[in-house]
């Protein structure tokens, strides 16, 4: 099964790539209910008994199946044979050693009743593996003698449902009787490879017996499918096993966004003598990308749900009515080749690629041997660099090979000669976002140096032509003479940002200017006849000046063409301008110095500043007060606060004052009483003083009662006590004086008291 062995068949393979997406799903006539069952059905070393549901568990021995209840969740495999189908459960299946006789060593083998068709339908849920001499294996082919009809191999399951399938031989094998060999996926992720030589991922094939006219098909709708091989070997093959069977056809269909990725080993098949047309997409989800070795393409309108990367080396096509979104999931370090269709999204690191788009084809090339022949192209992708790679087929485009160091815009091909007549030339622009397009192919045509009549003179059926932008016009030329070998003339624009001219002699504005239309005699004379071409723009609207405000941009005048969308300063259209060039910026606010007001308190402080060039233009900044102590209060006079307003802005700083007495006066804190008595002690005065400030003295009035304290006698003055009494906030002081003026009373003598001596002799009195 090598490739080098194939060489032939995979070329035919490759022209009908692939029935892709693309024929419609091959339509698998109903059965009555166990007709298609299969004769046997091993699952690893354990034949099924057909006839009942089972339930089964994988454990580690190889190829062992454990029989279960099926009760919840203990089991990995099911088996349901009113429809055929084998349930696998998070299974790990492994085939025997036995690789002789039935089940070959396979992880799954199902065998056909003779002359009857056979199919499996294997679901999936969860993550499931099988592995064995081959991966799964449906055979009608009973033996050399016996032998069933068709055989159709069904994987499908619910969305997180896959399988991995790995086989010495072949991974997925299936083999037809005297009919159709099928394999089908549907909604499930598949990979099947292969270590072996002479061996395939997958092998769809039809048996000896199949003589007639056996269809080989492979269907994915929605999942993928992605395949391996050894070296040398394929990733998927369609085989016809009867050289009788000259009618047989294959199809590989994809849809619903399927994947089908066989870049290890590709794509091959063996014994098809009818090709299929590379067919349209059709149907609502007819759409899908197939990978034949390094060349991916795109068919029908994909969006890509899970990550794909185009690695290095590797080309996704795009063709013409074909639409991939790559939905943030693609990741390209490859190629991605816009050949007509459109790549829509972002790529997986945020970018948008743009696709090149070529203005100038390169067209077919006449010339005599000896001649140069030079073939352009221009594109542009925006901001994007563009490089440019020109190819070369030597086979009328069967096959295309890169011209080394051939990365310009232009080719020339220098002295021509004969060998070189039909070839082809395209070239492959590649923006530096990743995406490329192919040029339309140009024909050289070397003509041999025969005896022929030149051309001497080019004429044009006008010199002159005037259009407005988007408008066309068609210039016709003549060659004198009239007899001359080549009529033919070559069509050129001086100038393809004014305007274009196609083969045909129609020359479409593109903006306004001037160019030069020249018809070249195409017969290499170098004789020529050109047409001066005036662009002028659509009607100019005028945006005329406004003056700017503080807040508001103004604008100078300009003008805009309506049909091209570009701005000019004059209504003529010659001066380029931008709506940004024409600006006349703001002019900003001139605010004044700022008005304060204060709250009477002086707590609080509102500011404005209004704008000298528009008074209705204010602004009320967040005003900051904060307050200290000017002058502090005393026993009779309230104390000072200064407080301070400040505001920033604008960047810089303001600020205002305002005075508020408002601290308390302290009040009067009087100590003891002076008392100032007269020296009769009739009055007496009394002086309260501030201890705070000795310079407030109160002195109220003081009341003066007196009393005897000590009574005159004959000979001793009496003693009288003055007290002084005031009241003075809310308190009584009282001071005493003592006054010696009570005047002694004398002496009132009365009748002597004679007092005799008992002798008589003397006498006191």
Not at 84 to 92: D, I
Not at 173 to 178: F, L, P, Q, T
Not at 190 to 206: E, H, Q
Not at 538 to 551: E, I, L
Request: charged content about 15%; overall charge negative.
């Amino acid at each position: 099964m090598k490739k080098r062995i194939w060489s032939k068949a995979v070329s035919i393979f490759t022209a009908i790539l692939l029935v892709v997406g693309i024929v419609p799903n091959t339509t698998i006539t109903a059965l009555a209910a166990g007709e298609d069952a299969p004769n046997t059905l091993y699952v690893g070393n354990e034949r099924l008994s057909l006839g009942k549901d089972s339930y089964w568990t994988t454990n580690q021995d190889p190829g062992a199946l454990t029989p279960c209840t099926g009760s919840g969740d203990d089991w990995n495999v099911k088996y349901e044979s009113s429809s055929n189908t084998l349930t696998l459960r998070g299974a790990s299946i492994q085939g025997g050693s036995n690789a002789v006789s039935a089940p070959y060593g396979s992880g799954i083998y199902a065998l056909s009743h003779s002359g009857q068709p056979v199919s499996l339908t294997i679901e999936l849920i969860g993550e499931n593996t099988i592995t064995g001499n081959y991966g799964i294996f449906l055979n009608a082919e009973i033996s050399a003698y016996s032998y069933g009809t068709n055989a159709t191999l069904t994987i499908t399951g619910e969305n997180n449902g896959s399988l991995g399938v790995s086989g010495s031989d072949h991974g997925i094998y299936v083999k037809s009787g005297s009919g159709d060999a099928s394999l089908n996926i549907k909604n499930v992720a598949v990979t099947s490879s292969t270590n072996g030589n002479y061996a395939a991922g997958v092998y769809v094939m039809s048996s000896p017996f199949a003589t007639d006219s056996p269809n080989i098909s492979l269907s994915v709708d929605g999942g993928s499918l992605t395949t391996s091989a050894s070296e040398g070997n394929d990733g998927i093959q369609f085989y016809v096993g009867a050289s009788e069977a000259t009618s047989a056809t294959t199809s590989l269909t994809v849809s619903d966004n399927a994947i089908v990725d066989a870049r290890n080993g590709g794509i091959s098949a063996l014994r098809i003598s009818e090709t299929l047309p590379t067919p349209t997409p059709t149907g609502d989800n007819r759409s899908g990308i197939v990978f034949d070795g390094s060349t991916g393409t795109v068919y029908g309108d994909v969006t890509l749900d899970e990550s794909l990367t185009i690695n290095q080396g590797e080309t996704l096509t795009i063709p013409e009515g074909s639409t991939l979104n790559s939905n943030g999931n693609l990741t390209n370090k490859g190629t991605i080749l816009a050949s007509g269709g459109t790549l829509e999204g972002t790529l997986s690191n945020g970018t948008r690629p743009t696709t090149p788009n070529i203005t100038e084809q390169p067209y077919d090339y006449t010339v005599t041997e000896g001649e140069d022949a030079t073939f352009t192209v221009e594109a542009s992708a925006w901001s994007e660099t563009l490089t440019y790679q020109w190819q070369q087929s030597t086979d009328n485009g069967s096959s295309w090979t890169n011209i080394e160091s051939e990365t310009n815009a232009s080719y020339t091909i220098n002295s021509t000669n004969t060998s070189m007549n039909g070839y082809q030339y395209r070239c492959v622009v590649t923006g530096s976002g990743g995406v490329s397009v192919i040029s339309q192919t140009a024909t050289l045509t070397v003509q041999a140096k025969p005896a022929s009549v030149p051309v001497t003179g080019v004429k044009l059926n006008k010199d002159s032509l005037t259009l407005q932008e988007k408008g066309s016009d068609t210039l016709s030329a003549t060659v004198v003479p009239a007899d001359a070998t080549n009529q033919d003339v070559i069509w050129k624009s001086s100038d393809t940002s004014i305007a274009t001219v196609s083969a045909d002699g129609t020359v479409t504005a593109i903006s306004a200017g001037t160019a030069t239309i020249t018809a070249t005699a195409k017969d290499g004379s170098g004789v020529s006849a050109s047409c001066t071409l005036t662009v002028t723009h659509g009607k100019m609207v005028q945006t005329p000046k406004k003056d700017a405000t503080c807040t508001v941009d103004g604008t100078e005048e300009y003008w805009t063409c309506e049909i091209c969308g570009k701005h000019f300063e004059d209504e003529s259209g010659t001066i380029l301008t931008t709506p940004e060039e024409n600006k006349i910026q703001a002019t900003g606010h001139s605010y004044g110095e700022p008005v304060w007001n204060w709250s009477e308190d002086g707590k609080t402080c509102t500011v404005t500043f209004t704008c000298e060039k528009d008074e209705t233009h204010k602004e009320t900044p967040k005003v900051t007060v904060t307050s200290a102590e000017k002058a502090p209060a005393t026993c009779t006079e309230a104390g000072v606060t200064t407080y301070t307003a400040t505001v920033e802005f604008n960047g810089k700083t303001y600020t205002d004052t305002k005075d508020v007495a408002d601290i308390p006066a302290t009040g009067h804190s009087y100590g003891e009483p002076v008392w100032s008595w007269a020296e009769d002690g009739k009055t007496c005065k009394v002086t309260f003083t501030c201890e705070k400030d000795e310079n407030h003295k109160k002195t109220p009035e003081v009341k003066v009662t007196s009393a005897v304290k000590t009574p005159a006698t004959c000979t001793e003055k009496g003693v009288t006590t003055y007290t002084a009494t005031v009241e003075f906030n809310g308190k009584t002081y009282t001071d005493t004086k003592d006054l010696t003026d009570i005047p002694a009373t004398g002496h009132s003598y009365g009748e002597p008291v004679w007092n005799w001596s008992e002798d008589g002799k003397t006498c006191t009195v």
